[in-house]
């Protein structure tokens, strides 16, 4: 090492840098955005993962990264923001669809129509989409190349049994 100060890494270098550390906690680095118009700058890391972040992931995250970066010696300080997706995201891949699985998403399709309800099972580019039709609840099978937008809405009620049921979210015991 020779002593000699860097400035702030770029997005990639953090990406890189801390890449290892996510993929052991389970997760993986959505995407990394530096603010360097404000002062100290601010490095935010959005992680995402089969499982949802929690608090007490978020901090050890943090703290991991933290460690990896100050070790960079860099010329300035900065500010460490380790977060999730927010759920405005859309949801573009597939893992991103499988990741909401059981949630209430609005969704655009690339016919122009438009239809809202629970995501089910999403498999080989197929997305099983719970909605309600004529009183009952039912299962739509929607490709996502069908799919112009999608994004996840928050609710503030809690869902039908039924339809949990049937997006295979339901709290009842796998195995029949």
Do not use: C
Not at 36 to 46: A, E, G, L, W
Not at 52 to 71: F, I
């Amino acid at each position: 090492m020779t002593g000699r100060s860097i400035g702030l890494p770029t997005p990639e270098q953090v990406i890189e840098l801390l890449d290892g550390e996510f993929a052991r906690a389970g997760y993986e680095i959505d995407h990394v955005t530096i603010d360097s118009r404000i002062r100290p700058p601010r490095i935010t890391v959005i992680a995402d993962g089969d499982t949802p972040l929690d608090l007490d992931t978020v901090a050890e995250l943090s703290r991991a990264a933290s460690a990896v970066l100050d070790a960079l010696d860099t010329t300035e300080p900065y500010v460490l923001e380790v977060s999730s997706p927010g759920v405005d995201r859309p949801l573009t891949e597939e893992k991103h669809f499988r990741r909401a699985h059981g949630r209430l998403v609005d969704v655009e399709l690339v016919d122009g129509s438009a239809v809202k309800g629970r995501l089910g099972a999403v498999t080989d580019g197929v997305a099983d989409l719970v909605v309600r039709s004529r009183g009952d609840w039912s299962v739509r099978r929607l490709p996502l190349t069908d799919i112009r937008k999608a994004v996840v809405q928050v609710e503030f009620s809690p869902p039908n049994p039924r339809e949990l049921e049937l997006a295979g979210a339901g709290r009842t015991e796998a195995g029949a």
